[in-house]
């Protein structure tokens, strides 16, 4: 006897849900989720053979298609938002069972919605060739640049005290410029988690745990970036202000379940890094590395050196497009790990050490790679386009971009309507 088809959208909703947790009994990534703790434990013990959650959410896609909406372009988009999203963990399922699509393009564009440039060695080479300009020394650049960078490590001892601060300064930014609810914060915890150099985890109701890996080097640009990136205006901000939003005043349940892969990845790491910058101009940066980090890390007698610094860190801000050609061909070309890690040494001008963790991320992610510097493309486009727009409405932007569910739709999927 067949099964019903469900068209109703918040019934639609509800399974998303559920077959996300129970994807994630068979997915080792980590993911978010704010709904019903007794429905997340009572899951686990569940674990349904991924064969069967393919086909459910094969079902899901087919129910989202049919469904009758409102007739609000709210309702429209949210079924193409829950479409999108159905696609990419039945994507993600069939890699768990080790069948991938044909081609890199093909998984990025399955999973986000997307269709990053491809970049080839030349690009890379005119970039490296500007930086070697910049860095002391003679002798191959990876090695120059390892040298270089290392004198910036933040000693193990002071990295707790040097974050803590910048989380502090960061906070305070954040809030002269976005109105925040008085009770969100975030707990700092030096631990490791996954595969990622810090990760910020939402609890729900304005609160996140912060992780910061204790294994991980931590260069001095690293506070700024991280603090912000992780917390403010970052992730715990946007989850913050996305639960008030889709959950306390539209009633969208499916934004409980925020797994890593879908085109809302897009625009949560996009954003996170547009944070940064949003947060810290240039020149800002610079005088708080020299003036506060510096002097936690014992590091003062480089502060005549921050500014070449600074310039080095521009240029591998550039050069970051090398991982995703990495994952492209480590994980589709038939590349080695070493043949991978050569690549970003080479071409990403990374430490061997950096490049071998890089590589260990995308054996874990795969193609989501792509979602913070391309993501960080697509915010930037959604929020500025070809105006230069003054600081203040910038950081209206992006708050407007953390409250509306505006991200990449596939072209294919055919109800899209106008952005609400």
Do not use: C
């Not at 080839?120 to 080479?125: M, P, Q």
């Amino acid at each position: 006897m067949s099964v019903p088809l469900e068209t109703d959208l918040g019934k639609l909703a509800e399974d998303y849900v559920s077959l996300a947790l129970h994807l994630h009994n068979h997915d080792p990534n980590p993911y978010i989720f704010i709904g019903d703790k007794a429905q997340q434990a009572v899951i686990k013990d569940d674990k349904r053979p991924l064969v069967e959650l393919e086909g459910a959410f094969g079902q899901l896609r087919e129910g989202l298609e049919a469904a009758v909406v409102s007739g609000s372009e709210g309702d429209a988009y949210r079924r193409a938002l829950l479409a999108d999203r159905a696609d990419a963990l039945l994507t993600r399922a069939a890699l768990l069972q080790g069948r991938m699509p044909r081609t890199f393009e093909a998984e990025v564009e399955a999973l986000y919605s997307v269709s990053p440039p491809e970049l080839g060695e030349d690009h890379f080479r005119a970039l490296a060739g500007e930086l070697a300009e910049i860095i002391p020394g003679s002798g191959p650049l990876p090695e120059r640049m390892s040298a270089f960078r290392d004198r910036f490590l933040v000693p193990p001892e002071h990295v707790e005290r040097v974050v803590a601060a910048t989380l502090d300064e960061a906070r305070k930014r954040t809030r002269a410029n976005m109105d925040l609810p008085e009770d969100e914060g975030i707990t700092l915890l030096m631990n490791n988690f996954g595969a990622f150099g810090a990760f910020a985890e939402y609890l729900g109701k304005g609160r996140t745990n912060v992780h910061f890996s204790t294994t991980m080097l931590f260069h001095v640009d690293r506070a700024v970036e991280l603090a912000t990136h992780e917390a403010y205006p970052g992730h715990h901000i946007q989850a913050t202000l996305l639960e008030a939003e889709m959950l306390d005043k539209r009633g969208w349940h499916e934004w409980e379940m925020l797994p890593l892969f879908g085109a809302h990845t897009i625009v949560a790491e996009g954003a996170a890094n547009y944070g940064v910058g949003l947060s810290f101009t240039r020149t800002e940066r610079i005088d708080y590395d020299r003036d506060v980090v510096l002097p936690m890390a014992g590091l003062m007698h480089l502060a005549p050196e921050i500014e070449s610094y600074h310039r080095y860190v521009d240029y591998v801000e550039r050069l970051n497009f090398a991982r995703n050609e990495a994952a492209r061909r480590f994980l589709y070309l038939g590349w080695s790990r070493e043949g991978a890690v050569n690549w970003l040494v080479e071409f990403g001008l990374e430490t061997r050490a950096i490049a071998e963790m890089r590589l260990n991320i995308i054996e874990a992610i795969r193609s989501y790679v792509i979602t913070y510097n391309y993501g960080l493309d697509w915010v930037t486009e959604q929020i500025e386009g070809d105006e230069t727009p003054d600081t203040a409405l910038r950081w209206q932007r992006l708050r407007a971009l953390f409250e509306t569910p505006v991200m990449p739709v596939r072209a294919h999927w055919n109800m899209v309507p106008r952005r609400p």
